[in-house]
């Protein structure tokens, strides 16, 4: 089957979530709010100074992540999502917001916890390739990268969840030390400690 070969763009995301404000039903689904709290559970410590969402949508696990940071930079390229977040989030003030779209902009700021879910199918492999290179570099020495991406074939993605999470999964022994891996029926997590 032929997959795209591009990143999808932003207005990809835009126009789903202006005919739709919830598309994946992260409000919801019965899934989802199993997925976000095996996330939540798989984090190793209790406490992170400072945070990155990669692809925070209308800010679902934003907010059950904040607990947790000092401070939280939640990222995405749309606005019609970001503006359901910055809502949800009105009382968290330790969450920031951004519209930027990885790897071409990319925040410039030291991470102890990155987390990356359900975004690096939506990028090709060159994206991904710089996606990753930058957030090794935006990483601490002993910092978190937490991966959960859904594994099922999706035709309008230029990846799939497992060639994410062993595109990540090459550094282990150079650049990142594999702490936990979880493989449930449509998704997969990997926790990763940088070295």
Known sequence: MNKPKNSLPPSYFEQMYRKNSDPWDFETSDYEAQKYQTTIKALPKTHYHNALEIGGSIGVLTALLAPYCDSLLSIDVSQTAQQQ??????????????????PQVYPDEMFDLTLLSEVGYYLNWDDLKKTQRLIIEHLHVGGHLLLVHWTLFAKDYPLTGDEVHNFFGQLTGTHLKHLHGLRREQYRLDLFERV
């Open 85 to 102: 977040a910055i809502a949800r989030c009105k009382d968290l003030s330790q969450v920031r917001f951004e519209i930027a779209q990885v």
